[in-house]
């Protein structure tokens, strides 16, 4: 069971041009880099080619919990796999054979996260909860960082913990992203996520590192599960 709470630094509002240097800041007190990919498709916003992103992969000090905001995660997010993702989330809502996009990642060697948009429900994914390692419940839609926390999503969160603590084998982590910081993040906990993506919370933070550590610290607190 994964009770253990995750941090993972979305660098979407990091300078994208000293990212190794943007990494190495947070590299000491977080699990995971948040990396997001958008293709201007799925999403109305444009991160990284695969060529870029698999530097980046290569280059981070952390392992890479990718984030795919794209149309076609059928091909795609398989490579990501391939190439030293250590974990890849894909859109429920951009996938054509989810059980397929689930067994190809897996069999390139990374953990396998599902996502959900704010309009989707829970009951959406839940045929699917017990292959997957990761649960992502967005908490703005998806595209930008900087926007406001969803509380409205909160509801989804409590919903998807309720149905995986009766789990009795392996429970997935359950990840929130968009709009995470100090003011948010115990209210997420205590719905039952365990793993916080924080973007504009980490890099406008004048300590990166610290930031991380103390958003860490209010989840932990907050988490009754
Ligand atoms: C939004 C991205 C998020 C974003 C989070 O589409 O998936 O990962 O970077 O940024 P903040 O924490 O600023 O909302
Ligand atoms: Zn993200």
């Known amino acids: 069971m994964e009770s253990k709470i ?10 994208f041009n000293d990212l190794e240097n943007e990494i190495d800041k947070v590299a000491s007190t977080s699990d995971y880099l948040h990396l997001d990919i958008m293709d201007n498709i799925f999403v109305p916003n444009f991160t990284f080619d695969l060529d870029r992103a698999f530097e980046i992969i290569n280059f981070s000090k952390l392992p890479v919990d990718a984030h ?4 076609n995660p059928d091909e795609i ?9 250590t974990s890849v989330t894909f859109h429920l809502e951009a996938a054509t ?36 390692d990761m649960l992502l419940i967005m908490t703005v839609e998806p595209g930008f960082g900087g926007q406001s926390f969803m509380h409205d999503q909160m509801l ?8 995986i603590e009766k789990l009795i084998e392996v429970k997935p982590t359950l990840q929130i992203d ?23 919370a980490v890099y ?18 907050n988490y009754p599960f």
């Open 6 to 15: 995750l941090i993972n630094p979305s660098i979407l509002n990091a300078d």
């Open 68 to 71: 795919l905001m794209i149309d």
């Open 77 to 85: 997010a398989p490579l990501y796999a391939e190439n030293g993702c």
């Open 97 to 132: 054979d989810v059980s397929k996009i689930i067994r190809e990642i897996r069999a390139n060697g990374a953990k396998v996260g599902l996502a959900i948009k704010p309009a989707t429900p829970f009951a959406d994914v839940e045929r699917w909860i017990e292959e997957i």
């Open 156 to 163: 989804k969160v409590k919903q998807a913990r309720t149905f």
């Open 178 to 200: 968009g709009g995470v910081s100090l003011e948010t993040i115990a209210e997420g906990a205590k719905a039952g996520a365990n793993c916080f993506v924080a973007g504009s």
């Open 204 to 221: 406008k933070s004048d300590k990166p590192a610290e930031m991380v550590s103390n958003l860490r610290e209010l989840a932990r607190k």
